[in-house]
């Protein structure tokens, strides 16, 4: 019995300190949910900010008239929202505003679990720091580009499921980075070889390669994770022919073979925001915190630094990828910096110092990044939307599937004219039904050089180019002609030979002017309100559905909770993908809701497996004890 008394005795301060730690990361999660849904919050904007926007929001409503074959590029992004639309009842707008906020949240606290540990690697202070830091460098891929936060929670759960050096983290991981894998597969390139090279330099470290080593659990990750993503592009393809299209400004000069206009305007982003992306002290504390790190995540966060490096310069000397997209990526930085931060407490030696030294150095690393945040807007306006809708309504009641619709984009400045054109065949995209999205063309010049069958000639070789390519776009035959926007207004414009005004900001070459009821299933703006509340509960699902998977693959519950979205996210993705795949309807409620079921009920399953595994070998020494105390 006094055995048992001294166990129980010792358990206490443990289980107070997985107390705090619990509501420490709840305030971690609660601040970064604040700081993601500021420019709602501030400006009461009805979408979300970022360019990449209306892309995902046509992706999937394609996805989910047609199949994801339609939008096969990255198939687990439509997957998840509109998996997460039906599960939570929300439309598509909120959740892809409610999952693009939850997920810089969720990378800050999955860095906190890699940094964390089991309350080992990191001090209290030093978890948090990482926390903070690396949920503020996700602000730099918080504007649209929702794949690439996936498979950035996606890559540090993985990473921290590899650190604790066990089978079943290796197999959880694989499933982790193969779903973050379908959803973003040019940055799986990238993180398969920062593990690659980490694999590597374990197997050198410890002079053999096996099963049970760092290197071998690497491998095992690995390879079912390139399994996945290889059988998942594969199915992808089965079925519709996937819609084609630019969807950037950079895809287009790609497409067009203006490769040194390209790299010209790689190079020029780069310059601008290398500044941001890696101020001095993240910089200095990265690589004070090198010295501070020690063993896999030492080798992880340095292979990863190691690829960023080379990454940044490959990409500017070739122009093949921005190199500032490898430092959004880049959250080995920040997860460095808070070693560093580490290693200069430790060197200051008291607390009473090395505590607000840190918070004062935190402060002025995320300022500059939360300030730019609090500034970021959508590309996206009811505005735009509202008269984007009336076209797709003449087009709806004026031609037929197959007719083309030609919207016709302008700008004075080249520099704007590129991101003109493709966006507004996004947005067009997101507004028609999903059945005419094939018809969407965009010419890049006036109403006037169109009708007269001609490109418009600015003298500037790449606006020259890009009108040129987008009028031998479109199919020879009868089309119908949408302008909208300010320029309409010009009454120049409106002379144009069979262009009818619809609106002050609409006009078309089909019919007269008539009132046309709204579409049944037409794109609408969000209530600042209801993206509020749509970010937190996507970010409550994803913590209760991923939490069996993370406890299990992790060990302890703190650590747990804080990486519980990180497994969910790229987990549901996988499963809402398989289930389409299968014959699901995506976005249904039914199919939604059982997607979540099997996501996340596995991984609570597994979860109990271990839990009874646990308590049946810890039984048989307990009963020796007790037995042992009652013969003393």
């Given at each position: ?5 001294i166990?129980?005795?010792?358990a ?5 300190r ?39 929001l ?6 989910e ?10 198939p687990g992004a439509?997957?998840l ?11 598509v707008v909120?959740?892809l505003?409610?999952l ?9 606290l ?7 540990g ?5 001090p209290?202070g ?20 929702v ?13 921290a ?7 079943r ?10 779903g973050g ?8 390139v990238v993180?398969a070889?920062v593990l690659?090279i980490t694999?590597?330099?374990a ?6 390669f096996?099963w049970?080593?760092d290197?071998?659990?690497v491998?095992t ?5 390139f ?7 594969l199915a992808a ?16 000069l790609?497409h067009?073979?203006q490769?040194?206009?390209l790299r010209?305007?790689?190079l ?24 501070r790190a020690?063993?896999f ?17 490959f ?6 990828y921005?190199p ?6 880049a959250f080995?930085l ?6 560093g931060?580490?290693?200069l407490?430790?060197?200051?030696g ?6 607000p ?9 995320v ?6 945040w ?5 590309y996206?306006?009811s505005?735009e939307v509202?008269?984007m ?6 087009a709806?009641?004026r ?19 590129l991101f003109l054109?493709?966006?507004?065949a ?11 999205v094939r018809?969407v063309?965009v010419?890049?010049?006036?109403p006037?050089d169109?009708?007269a ?17 987008s009028?031998?776009?479109?199919p020879?035959g009868?089309?119908?002609t949408?302008?909208i926007?300010e ?5 120049a ?5 069979g262009l009818?005004r619809w ?5 078309s ?5 008539t009132?046309?009821?709204p579409?049944a299933d037409e794109?609408?703006?969000v209530?600042?309100?209801r ?13 209760v559905l991923?939490?069996?998977?993370s406890w299990?693959a992790l060990g302890?519950v703190?650590?747990?909770?804080a990486?519980?979205?990180a ?10 993908f ?6 699901a309807?995506?976005?249904s409620?039914?199919w939604s ?11 609570y399953?597994?979860?109990?497996w ?16 007790q ?6």
């Amino acid at each position: 019995m006094a055995t048992t008394s001294i166990a129980h005795e010792r358990a206490r301060p443990r289980s107070a300190r997985t107390g705090i730690d619990l509501l420490l990361i709840g305030v971690l999660g609660a601040v970064l949910l604040r700081v993601f849904l500021w420019p709602t919050l501030r400006h009461a904007y009805p979408f979300p900010v970022g360019p990449d926007v209306p892309v995902y929001l046509w992706w999937t409503r394609v996805s989910e008239f047609g199949g994801i074959s339609m939008a096969s590029e990255r198939p687990g992004a439509p997957a998840l929202i509109g998996t997460l639309q039906g599960a939570l009842g929300q439309g598509v707008v909120g959740a892809l505003s409610g999952l693009q906020y939850a997920l810089g949240p969720t990378i800050g606290l999955a860095a906190a679990a890699l940094a964390r540990g089991r309350g080992r690697t990191l001090p209290r202070g030093g978890w948090l720091a990482a926390g903070v830091l690396a949920g503020a460098w996700a602000t730099f891929l918080g504007e649209g580009y929702v794949s690439n936060l996936v498979f950035a929670a996606a890559f540090l759960a993985a990473a921290a499921a590899l650190a604790r050096r066990t089978r079943r983290a290796a197999f959880v991981a694989a499933l982790v980075l193969g779903g973050g894998a379908l959803t973003h597969p040019g940055f799986f390139v990238v993180g398969a070889i920062v593990l690659g090279i980490t694999g590597l330099w374990a197997a050198l470290h410890e002079g053999r390669f096996g099963w049970r080593t760092d290197a071998g659990r690497v491998a095992t990750a690995l390879g079912g994770a390139f399994a996945i993503f290889g059988v998942g592009l594969l199915a992808a393809q089965i079925g519709a022919q996937r819609v084609t299209g630019e969807t950037s400004g950079d895809a287009f000069l790609r497409h067009t073979g203006q490769l040194e206009a390209l790299r010209r305007s790689y190079l020029d982003r780069y310059l601008d925001n290398w500044r941001r992306y890696s101020p001095f002290m993240t910089t200095a504390l990265a690589f004070a915190g090198i010295f501070r790190a020690h063993g896999f995540a030492r080798r992880f966060l340095l292979s990863w630094a190691l690829v960023t490096a080379a990454g940044l310069a490959f990409g500017a000397a070739t122009g093949w990828y921005p190199p500032d997209r490898v430092l959004m990526f880049a959250f080995c930085l920040p997860l460095l910096a808070a070693f560093g931060l580490v290693l200069l407490g430790e060197k200051l030696g008291r607390w009473w110092l090395a505590w607000p030294v840190g918070i004062v150095l935190v402060a002025l690393i995320v300022a500059p990044a939360v300030r730019d945040w609090r500034d970021s807007f959508p590309y996206m306006s009811s505005y735009e939307v509202n008269h984007m809708n009336l076209a797709a309504r003449i087009a709806a009641d004026r031609s037929a599937t197959g007719t083309p619709l030609v919207y016709v984009a302008d700008s004075h400045d080249p520099n704007e004219a590129l991101f003109l054109l493709t966006h507004t065949a996004n947005v067009a995209r997101a507004t028609v039904p999903p059945d005419r999205v094939r018809d969407v063309h965009v010419f890049l010049g006036s109403p006037s050089d169109l009708a007269a069958g001609h490109a418009s000639m600015t003298g500037d070789a790449t606006y020259d180019t890009a009108s040129a390519w987008s009028l031998a776009q479109i199919p020879p035959g009868p089309h119908l002609t949408f302008v909208i926007g300010e320029e309409i207004r010009d009454p120049a414009e409106l002379a144009t030979p069979g262009l009818t005004r619809w609106d002050p900001n609409v006009a078309s070459s089909e019919g007269s002017p008539t009132a046309l009821a709204p579409l049944a299933d037409e794109l609408t703006p969000v209530e600042p309100r209801r993206i509020l509340a749509g970010t937190w509960r996507t970010f409550l699902l994803l913590l209760v559905l991923g939490l069996g998977w993370s406890w299990f693959a992790l060990g302890d519950v703190a650590s747990g909770v804080a990486a519980a979205p990180a497994f969910a996210a790229p987990l549901l993705a996988f499963t809402a993908f398989v289930l389409e795949r299968l014959g699901a309807s995506l976005g249904s409620p039914g199919w939604s809701v059982l997607a979540c079921a099997l996501s996340g009920g596995l991984g609570y399953a597994l979860l109990t497996w271990r839990l009874l595994e646990q308590r049946r070998h810890r039984q048989p020494g307990l009963v020796l004890e007790q037995a042992a105390a009652l013969d003393a």
